[in-house]
């Protein structure tokens, strides 16, 4: 059986203005490394899979900045979503996709905006994954091993070994308050990472089974009509359109240094510190200052006698704030008036 790769590089990153615009979103930018999240995310999945077999599914106004990134990317393999309609359509398009291409196809599916700290690690995961998926005719997701008890990400409950590693899923947890995530750390629950594994066409008849919001525009993806196939769709995430209705959900653990790179703040965690804490790329200059996260691109940024802040500067435009607060950057970008915002 084939593997396919499906990179899901879609969304606009508020959460990492200034540097992020509608046109140069958080996963085509440098923020880990020096290259780009999606770049990364590629490099990480060539071992496993070659360009060929790999999809990047992304907004209709990104595509030719996503070609112009991964020119040994076959441009048929590039969708560009007409609409964002959630994670269940676009992975029901994938699906179709590589059902046509190739039938008995397994898909590992990722999202491009991670940091992983052990790319080996990783790799052997999505293998499990693939060979439980493949084993049992599942849907597998790989539920990562938390570090901390963090409100930020929802968990897995696992339940029932099934084929070791594998495991049922028990439960599906939304986001928690932070109690209530220190108590699901002490009791194995496993971070829901986004990262799933299965056939296409298991996954194509879960989505026919399960799913009402996208079922009746499958026969539009199966005949490649990408446009006709997201107007009939109802905006759905995979959890909820089709994981958390199926019977079929198997769960494996993870543990290679994931991060979502939510926000600002998460840098402080994935890039490489000073001796005093602070993660800074670019032309900064830190002097008797601890913990901060600075990004410099085209400026040079100076911090003197400052701890725990975020400052990011480009083009004109320096963002200040702490990083407890960076969290709620969204909220702070609807408020900035549209000649701030989007220069």
């Not at 560009?80 to 196809?105: C, F, H, I, N």
């Not at 359109?241 to 965690?269: Q, Y």
Request: one cysteine or more.
């Amino acid at each position: 059986m084939s593997r396919w790769a499906v990179v899901l590089a879609g969304g606009v990153g508020s959460r990492f203005w200034p540097l992020s615009t509608p046109a140069r979103p958080k996963q085509l930018l440098p923020l880990v490394t020096a290259q780009p999240l999606l770049a990364d995310t590629l490099r990480r999945l060539g071992p496993l899979v070659p360009a060929e077999r790999t999809l990047v599914i992304t907004n209709a106004t990104l595509a030719a900045a996503v070609a112009k990134l991964l020119p040994a990317l076959p441009a048929k393999n590039i969708v560009a979503e007409p609409k964002s309609a959630g994670t269940a359509p676009a992975l029901a398009w994938a699906a179709a996709e590589v059902a046509r291409r190739d039938p008995a196809g397994t898909m590992l599916c990722v999202h491009a905006d991670w940091a992983i700290g052990d790319d080996a690690g990783f790799r052997a995961a999505l293998e499990r994954a693939a060979e439980a998926a493949e084993s049992q005719r599942a849907l597998v997701t790989v539920g990562v091993v938390p570090t901390r008890a963090d409100p930020g990400f929802g968990y897995i409950r696992p339940g029932a070994p099934v084929a070791p590693p594998a495991r049922t899923v028990e439960r599906f947890i939304e986001k928690p308050d932070r109690a209530t995530a220190a108590r699901l750390l002490e009791e194995g629950c496993l971070w829901n990472s986004g990262i799933f594994v299965w056939r296409a066409d298991d996954f194509l008849a879960e989505v026919r089974a399960r799913c009402p919001e996208v079922a009746p525009a499958l026969p539009h993806a199966e005949q490649g009509a990408l446009r006709a196939f997201f107007e009939g769709c109802r905006p759905i995430s995979v959890d909820h359109g089709v994981l958390e209705r199926s019977a079929k959900v198997l769960v494996i653990p993870g543990d290679f240094g994931w991060d979502d790179v939510g926000t600002w703040a998460a840098l402080h965690r994935v890039r490489a510190r000073d001796g005093s804490g602070n993660a800074a790329a670019g032309d900064a200059h830190l002097v008797e200052s601890h913990g901060n996260v600075v990004h410099a691109d085209g400026h040079t940024v100076v911090l003197y006698g400052v701890d725990d802040l975020v400052v990011a500067a480009r083009d004109g435009v320096t963002l200040v704030t702490t990083r407890e607060r960076a969290a709620d950057l969204k909220a702070l970008v609807d408020a900035l008036p549209p000649e701030v915002r989007d220069r």
